[in-house]
């Protein structure tokens, strides 16, 4: 009898086992030692931006698969949050997982999974509806905005050079912080369109020569043009420090920053006219374009340039730090721009950056969406497949093809070599250390006080 208890004991224990798949070692091996097995096998390089000092894998070996170095990787590196991006040749960079960067086949996929979701205008209305008011709540934009301070802007002398005009700006937003840029005019009377130009993370920011001669020259062909700091960079920074730029804060604030500086533009000035009323910015400005475009309905055109992604949602907190792509289930910045349909839209895309899908995967997307509304040449593309992440010439000049057509602007005055650049001091508000800031403007992040309730 103690034997057949002994057995079915026994049995039983095998049997859990066996449900449970119990092994006496986890076949463990150092992560920086597996990745270098994985170089020889698959005669390939690494190229490490993440640290694997004392990392170790648990079923190591277990996890290579001999027909791929990608799934190899993939299985490799997940465990710790890390991942890898194929750079030419036989090189992979591996980084820390990137929330707010996947592959072009991520993209492609998310494409077609949105287009399952609608397909005629009433249901695609139904979703942009949704997709709108949540991109608001994740954002937590209202809350911002219903506390914001109603105060006059600071403005400097008006500097004349060749058919248009130059103004410092300083507007207070919440209490004590100011957002600084410069209004670019016709000097031309009559009603102008107006233009929003939101700054990106180009070196020297919107101090640049290339931003002034897009400024310049729009204004000469009869555009008011508005650009401004991004919050923590140029005179922001005076005030929060450049820091505060890699905090969440900064996308809301800089999406605030847009609408207060439209809402300010309509109500201070006689001469804008207000069918035409656009917004054009070039990578992290090109982000936040599209991000102003789909939330405030004033806008009759927009152009973002080298910026848009299926796959890519902005690698700075600016533009990606509140989960605005979680929105309606899942989202991403080709449906935001979509939401703009049927109204006119350029898409400026090169073949250097994350935008080099544009022509054959997010604007076919974009046609359809357009389709919707029987308005397909609404939205254009000018791709550059041999150019980089820039705002150059040509994408200048793709910027001014597009208001000359959309809003009417004059030809002829498209001419960069009447434009003066200034130099950055002449288009400070409060000079070079904050020396003329204003006795309520805070001088540290901390002293921000972000009222989001």
């Known amino acids: 009898m103690k034997h057949i208890i002994l057995l079915l004991s026994l049995a039983s224990s095998l049997t859990l086992r066996a449900q449970t798949q119990t092994v006496e ?13 994985i170089q020889k096998k698959f005669n390939i390089r690494l190229k490490y931006n993440i640290d694997t000092v004392g990392k170790v ?28 991006v194929k750079e030419p040749g036989n090189l992979y960079k591996l980084k820390n997982y990137e929330y707010y960067r996947r592959t072009d086949n991520d993209g492609k996929k998310m494409l077609d999974y949105l287009c399952t979701l609608y397909n005629d205008r009433t249901s695609w209305k139904l979703r942009k509806d949704t997709l709108i008011k949540e991109v608001r709540q994740r954002l937590n934009i209202d809350s911002f905005l219903v506390h ?87 005179e922001s920074a005076l005030q929060v420090g450049y820091a505060a730029h890699q905090s969440s804060a900064a996308h809301i604030i800089q999406t605030m920053n847009g609408i207060l500086i439209l809402n300010r533009m309509l109500a201070s000035r006689k001469d804008i006219d207000t069918t035409r009323i656009g917004v054009n910015g070039g990578s ?78 997010e604007f076919p997307y974009l046609q359809h969406i357009y389709g919707f509304y029987g308005a397909q040449d609404k939205v254009t593309n000018v791709h550059l497949p ?19 057509r959309t809003f009417g602007l004059n030809a002829k005055m498209q001419d960069e070599n009447q434009i003066t650049i200034e130099p950055q ?18 001088r540290s992040f901390r002293k921000l006080r972000l009222r989001n309730n």
């Open 284 to 361: 992290g400005g090109g982000t936040q374009t599209i991000l102003l475009s789909t939330l405030d309905d004033r806008y009759t055109a927009a152009a973002p340039v080298v910026s848009l992604s299926s796959h890519f949602d902005g690698g700075c907190p600016c533009e990606s730090g509140m989960p605005i792509q979680l929105a309606a289930g899942g989202t991403c910045n080709a449906e935001l721009a979509a939401t703009f349909a049927p109204r006119p839209q350029l898409v400026v895309s090169d073949g250097g950056d994350w935008t080099s899908t544009v022509d054959s995967l």
């Open 148 to 234: 914001c301070v109603k105060t006059k802007p600071i403005l400097s002398k008006i500097r004349k050079y060749n058919k248009y005009s130059v103004q410092n700006f300083a507007l207070e937003t919440l209490p004590g912080l100011y957002v600084c840029g410069s209004i670019y005019a016709p000097l031309s009377k009559g009603k102008h369109a107006l233009i929003i130009c939101p700054n990106g993370h180009f070196e020297k920011g919107r101090y640049r020569e290339d931003q002034q001669l897009r400024m310049g020259t729009l204004a000469r062909m009869g555009a008011i043009c508005v650009d401004y700091d991004l919050f923590g960079w140029g």
């Open 25 to 37: 070692t986890h076949f463990a091996r150092p992560l920086s030692n597996v990745l270098n097995d």
């Open 425 to 442: 001091s002449a288009l400070l508000s409060f000079g070079k250390n904050g020396e003329l800031l204003p006795k309520n403007a805070i």
């Open 386 to 404: 041999n150019e980089v992440h820039d705002f150059g010439p040509n994408k200048r000049n793709a910027v001014y093809r597009f208001f000359i």
């Open 57 to 84: 894998l648990p079923y190591a070996d277990f996890r290579i698969r001999p027909y791929s170095v990608e799934e190899s990787l993939t299985n490799v590196l997940a465990p710790f949050d890390y991942k890898f």
